[in-house]
């Protein structure tokens, strides 16, 4: 999928996200928070002006967040993100009513909306993870201009072809026909084990 498929799928199909931003004393702070709505300029949610989340949002313009659709762990896909947030005002309020109409049980009325901003994540990066694949399927992302950065094991050219590292893999995603190996990074758990009995030392971590 393409970042706006992901970022489409997380709205339509998750919705409700854990959100996670840092209070003042560094400490980190969840909130369940609805994913409202998503286009080109990015991914758009309201909150109360008077509540804690909004004052983190102001004072760190960040968040992050989680979001998991299925039935129990092994059928369930999950899509993590973070990013940088910007404050839009009022001006989105009646699209995101609209798009979500349960909200009108929560602020019936104009006056009731009156505490209620919009915010939009405008730019970051995110990771899609899918037990429910054999083998379990992985794909990271990235929206808005932001710096896409390697995350996982990589391989390195002093790899001596001992195939260790394909014996304690869990996925058995390793190709092992050349030399060096080859990570398929779409179906890693990022669990560590190619790394760890390597005794060439030709595995490193990125990210």
């Not at 968040?63 to 369930?76: F, S, V």
């Not at 993100?81 to 995101?96: A, F």
């Amino acid at each position: 999928m393409e970042s706006k498929e992901y970022l489409s799928y997380l709205v339509r199909e998750i919705h409700t996200t854990v959100v996670a931003t840092v209070d003042d004393a560094g400490l980190p702070v969840t909130a369940a928070i609805d994913m409202m709505d998503a286009d080109e300029g990015g991914i758009y949610f309201l909150t109360a002006r008077g509540k804690g989340f909004y004052n983190r949002l102001k004072k760190r313009g960040t968040l992050a967040l989680t979001g998991m659709k299925g039935t129990d762990t092994m059928h369930c896909a999950a899509l993590s993100l973070r990013g940088k947030v910007q404050e839009l005002g009022s001006d989105l309020l009646s699209r995101l009513f609209e798009k979500n109409p349960y909200m009108n049980e929560i602020y019936p009325d104009a006056e009731s909306r009156s505490a209620l901003t919009v915010f939009v994540i405008y730019e970051g990066s995110g990771e899609w993870f899918d037990l429910s694949k054999k083998p379990i399927e992985r794909a990271s992302f990235t929206f808005g201009g932001a710096e896409e950065v390697q995350e996982g094991y990589f391989v390195t050219d002093g790899c001596i072809g001992c195939k260790l590292c394909y014996s304690k893999c869990p996925q058995k995603c390793i190709d092992i026909s050349s030399k060096p190996v080859v990570i398929r990074q779409q179906n890693c758990l990022h669990c560590g084990n190619c790394f760890e009995i390597c005794p060439a030392k030709a595995i490193v971590k990125r990210g």
